[in-house]
């Protein structure tokens, strides 16, 4: 099991991704600042022990402690 960063988790791609990364046994941080994302979007997820949601903007440092990142933090310009 890893301990896994989703920046931008609380969107549609990073909802899904969170979803997988606990479907296939690991823990995952999800950080968002809602700014495109939901808290909805991962809202069944918040039952989950493996699963720990923070409001964070990734402008600003945090230091965690994780073996994985992926980094969808940015707003989708079409």
């Not at 296939?24 to 600042?33: I, K, P, S």
């Not at 964070?56 to 990142?69: K, N, R």
Request: glycine letters at 8%; aromatic letters at 8%; hydrophobic letters at 40%.
């Amino acid at each position: 099991m890893k301990r896994i960063l989703v920046t931008g988790g609380a969107g549609f791609v990073g909802s899904h991704l969170c979803e997988r990364l606990i479907e296939a046994g690991h823990e995952v941080l999800c950080v968002d600042n809602y700014y495109t994302g939901s808290r909805r979007n991962v809202a069944h997820l918040l039952a989950n022990p493996n699963f720990e949601l923070m409001r964070h903007d990734v402008t600003f440092p945090l230091f965690a402690e994780v073996d994985e990142i992926y980094n969808l933090a940015c707003p989708a310009s079409p």
